[in-house]
Protein backbone atom coordinates (compact mmCIF):
# COMPACT_ATOMS: atom_id res chain seq x y z
CA UNK A 1 0.00 0.00 0.00
CA UNK A 2 0.93 3.43 -0.83
CA UNK A 3 2.36 5.00 1.71
CA UNK A 4 0.92 8.80 1.18
CA UNK A 5 -2.60 7.05 0.89
CA UNK A 6 -2.92 6.15 4.15
CA UNK A 7 -1.50 9.71 5.62
CA UNK A 8 -3.89 10.20 9.06
CA UNK A 9 -4.74 13.95 9.62
CA UNK A 10 -3.97 14.82 13.17
CA UNK A 11 -4.66 18.23 14.96
CA UNK A 12 -6.82 21.08 13.99
CA UNK A 13 -6.29 23.45 10.89
CA UNK A 14 -5.32 26.99 11.58
CA UNK A 15 -8.73 28.13 10.12
CA UNK A 16 -10.91 25.63 13.18
CA UNK A 17 -8.73 27.46 15.59
CA UNK A 18 -9.62 30.81 14.55
CA UNK A 19 -13.36 29.99 14.27
CA UNK A 20 -13.32 28.79 17.91
CA UNK A 21 -11.57 31.81 18.82
CA UNK A 22 -14.14 34.38 16.99
CA UNK A 23 -16.89 32.55 18.99
CA UNK A 24 -15.39 32.85 22.32
CA UNK A 25 -15.02 36.70 21.71
CA UNK A 26 -18.13 37.18 20.63
CA UNK A 27 -19.69 35.39 23.61
CA UNK A 28 -17.49 37.46 26.29
CA UNK A 29 -18.17 40.40 24.28
CA UNK A 30 -22.02 39.69 25.16
CA UNK A 31 -21.66 38.45 28.35
CA UNK A 32 -18.65 40.85 30.27
CA UNK A 33 -20.78 44.03 29.97
CA UNK A 34 -23.52 42.08 31.61
CA UNK A 35 -21.60 40.87 34.42
CA UNK A 36 -20.34 44.55 34.91
CA UNK A 37 -23.74 45.55 35.05
CA UNK A 38 -24.85 42.80 37.54
CA UNK A 39 -22.18 43.86 39.90
CA UNK A 40 -23.14 47.30 40.25
CA UNK A 41 -26.89 46.83 40.07
CA UNK A 42 -25.66 44.30 43.38
CA UNK A 43 -23.48 47.17 45.14
CA UNK A 44 -26.08 49.47 44.85
CA UNK A 45 -29.10 47.00 46.25
CA UNK A 46 -26.66 45.86 49.30
CA UNK A 47 -25.94 50.07 49.81
CA UNK A 48 -29.40 50.15 49.64
CA UNK A 49 -29.90 47.66 52.74
CA UNK A 50 -27.13 49.37 54.76
CA UNK A 51 -29.02 52.67 54.28
CA UNK A 52 -32.61 50.58 55.46
CA UNK A 53 -30.73 49.40 58.68
CA UNK A 54 -29.13 52.10 59.80
CA UNK A 55 -32.45 54.11 59.41
CA UNK A 56 -34.32 51.36 61.55
CA UNK A 57 -31.53 51.50 63.78
CA UNK A 58 -31.61 55.22 64.61
CA UNK A 59 -35.72 54.78 64.41
CA UNK A 60 -34.96 52.27 67.20
CA UNK A 61 -32.30 54.86 69.38
CA UNK A 62 -35.05 57.62 68.80
CA UNK A 63 -37.75 55.45 70.89
CA UNK A 64 -35.39 54.43 73.66
CA UNK A 65 -33.85 57.56 74.00
CA UNK A 66 -36.73 59.42 73.99
CA UNK A 67 -35.47 61.67 71.44
CA UNK A 68 -36.92 64.16 68.33
CA UNK A 69 -36.77 64.81 64.98
CA UNK A 70 -33.79 67.61 65.51
CA UNK A 71 -31.99 64.88 67.12
CA UNK A 72 -28.68 63.24 64.84
CA UNK A 73 -26.94 60.07 66.67
CA UNK A 74 -22.90 59.63 66.91
CA UNK A 75 -21.92 56.28 65.59
CA UNK A 76 -21.30 54.96 68.79
CA UNK A 77 -25.10 54.65 69.89
CA UNK A 78 -25.92 52.80 66.88
CA UNK A 79 -22.78 50.29 65.49
CA UNK A 80 -20.76 48.19 67.84
CA UNK A 81 -21.59 45.36 70.91
CA UNK A 82 -23.34 47.89 72.84
CA UNK A 83 -25.50 49.38 69.77
CA UNK A 84 -28.19 48.21 67.26
CA UNK A 85 -26.26 47.20 64.49
CA UNK A 86 -23.41 44.76 65.30
CA UNK A 87 -21.23 45.87 62.78
CA UNK A 88 -20.54 49.77 60.61
CA UNK A 89 -22.17 49.22 57.41
CA UNK A 90 -19.55 49.73 54.73
CA UNK A 91 -20.34 50.96 51.40
CA UNK A 92 -19.69 48.16 48.59
CA UNK A 93 -19.62 50.63 46.15
CA UNK A 94 -17.09 52.82 48.20
CA UNK A 95 -19.01 55.45 49.93
CA UNK A 96 -19.12 56.82 53.24
CA UNK A 97 -22.72 56.63 55.38
CA UNK A 98 -23.62 59.95 56.86
CA UNK A 99 -25.92 59.52 59.53
CA UNK A 100 -28.08 62.84 59.57
CA UNK A 101 -30.55 63.45 62.21
CA UNK A 102 -34.03 61.71 62.75
CA UNK A 103 -36.38 64.18 60.20
CA UNK A 104 -33.80 63.05 57.25
CA UNK A 105 -32.57 59.41 55.82
CA UNK A 106 -29.15 58.50 56.25
CA UNK A 107 -27.13 59.07 52.99
CA UNK A 108 -24.43 57.52 50.56
CA UNK A 109 -21.71 59.45 49.30
CA UNK A 110 -21.90 57.77 45.76
CA UNK A 111 -25.57 58.46 46.07
CA UNK A 112 -24.87 62.45 45.19
CA UNK A 113 -21.97 62.28 43.15
CA UNK A 114 -22.04 59.30 41.27
CA UNK A 115 -22.21 57.97 38.13
CA UNK A 116 -25.60 58.91 35.95
CA UNK A 117 -26.26 55.20 36.04
CA UNK A 118 -26.27 54.34 40.06
CA UNK A 119 -26.60 57.23 41.66
CA UNK A 120 -29.98 57.31 42.28
CA UNK A 121 -29.52 53.79 43.46
CA UNK A 122 -27.38 54.75 46.42
CA UNK A 123 -30.20 56.80 48.02
CA UNK A 124 -33.75 55.49 49.85
CA UNK A 125 -36.16 56.64 47.76
Given at each position: ???????????????????????IGI???????????????????????????????????????????????????????????????????????????????????????????????????
Open positions: MNRFLCRVRRGFTLVEIMIVVLILLAIAVPNFVKARETSRAKSCLSNLRSICYAKEQWAVEMKKGTTDTPVDTALYGSSGYLMQTPTCPGGGTYTINDLANFPTCSVGTNGTAQTADDHQIP
